[in-house]
């Protein structure tokens, strides 16, 4: 099964940008790779997802290297009111893994 | 995207008393999830709601103390049944997205629970 591995928590201050790695060796061939935002008191929102090289929506972008055993969530100019908790997901079809939250990068803008 | 709402939002409960918590979808959805995160915590998968059909329980999640309601493809119920101190979590469903290749949930507010 894959399991993802995400630093604790980051600092980071307004302005800049922001690169969370998460590091997923087993991902299956049919894996995509889904990033969620939480803020306190609410449930996580979905922000992106991906299968392979780079993928840019309005919120972020998603870079996935070849190997496809990481990627890395790019939050570019964060703002205080991106201070959350980021989880990523490895799996495919809402089973099994795509389900399964790790702990999660907890994620500290300062001003 | 589908828009979810939980009742209650928040309660406080006596231990051994049970707590119901309504999930509502404002579209028809086929997968729907139940989730716990307890303080600090990252979120657990408690059990697949299947509509027509019983639960699909998680390891450590049993039927009985976590009876699950799938009446229609909009609508569920979890109920936290004979509360002790330790359920006291946030409890959230979520829906999974629809389509071919579709990966991504959707989650309520969650309803913050605390037991005395």
């Known amino acids: 099964l894959a399991k993802t591995t995400q630093p604790i928590s980051m600092d980071s201050y307004e302005g800049q940008e922001v690169n969370i790695t998460c590091s997923h060796n087993?991902?299956?061939?049919?894996?995509?790779i889904t990033w969620y935002q939480q803020f306190p008191s609410q449930g996580p929102r979905f922000i992106i997802q991906g299968y392979k090289t780079k993928v840019t929506n309005e919120v972020a972008s998603l870079f996935i290297p070849a190997d496809r055993k990481s990627s890395t969530l790019s939050l570019p100019r964060v703002s205080l009111s991106d201070t959350a908790v980021y989880y990523c997901?490895?799996?495919?079809?809402?089973?099994?893994?795509?389900?399964?939250f790790g702990g999660g990068t907890r994620l500290m803008v300062k001003p | 995207s589908a828009v979810i709402s939980q009742k209650p939002s928040r309660d406080i409960c006596q231990r051994g008393t049970s707590l119901t918590i309504q999930c509502q979808v404002d579209s028809q959805v086929t997968m729907m999830f139940w989730y716990r995160q307890q303080p600090g915590q990252s979120l657990t998968l408690i059990a697949t709601?299947?509509?027509?059909?019983?639960?699909?329980?998680e390891s450590g999640f049993v039927i009985d103390k976590f009876p699950i309601s799938r009446p229609n493809l909009t609508f569920s119920t979890l109920t936290v049944s004979n509360m002790s101190p330790e359920d006291s979590s946030i409890y959230l469903c979520s829906v999974g997205a629809q389509g071919p290749g579709a990966n991504e949930q959707f989650f309520g507010p969650g309803t913050r629970l605390t037991v005395l």
């Open positions: 709601a299947n509509q027509g059909s019983e639960a699909t329980y």
């Open positions: 997901l490895v799996g495919h079809n809402n089973a099994g893994n795509m389900l399964t």
């Open positions: 087993n991902i299956a061939t049919n894996d995509y």
